[in-house]
């Protein structure tokens, strides 16, 4: 069973610094496509960055040029590097992974990110 993994959530002040992992168990394969989503309570879930399998990369724009994100394929774990943190950066970060050839995609369960003021 695949199994996606986050870590590294918490609270930080403004203007601080978070690195999100997440880990893919379960599985021998690449994922073709892995991504950070966010969402906040009345809020729909947005996407955050995602990187594909040869590296080119997206991010929504509010958090372009302070988050990046990376992959290591050979530990198929996903880095989302927070910088510059702001309060409305507040949400429940997910880990997406999508595997084409099985046409399947992954959740995390979610890790807590709170920046305060």
């Known amino acids: 069973q695949v199994q996606l993994v986050e870590s590294g959530g918490g609270l930080v002040q403004a203007g601080g610094s978070l690195r999100l992992s997440c880990a893919a168990s379960g599985t021998s394969f690449s994922f073709n496509t892995m991504a950070w989503y966010r969402q906040t309570p009345g809020k729909q879930r947005e996407l955050v960055a995602a990187?594909?399998?040869?590296?080119?990369?997206n991010y929504a724009d509010s958090v372009k040029g302070r988050f990046t994100i990376s992959r290591d394929n050979a530990k198929n774990t996903v880095i989302l590097q927070m910088n510059s943190l702001k309060p409305e950066d507040t949400a429940v970060y997910y880990c997406?992974?999508?595997?084409?050839?099985?046409?399947?995609?992954?959740w995390g369960q979610g890790t807590q990110v709170t920046v305060s003021s």
């Open positions: 990187i594909r399998s040869g590296g080119s990369t």
């Open positions: 997406n992974a999508y595997y084409a050839l099985g046409r399947a995609e992954y």
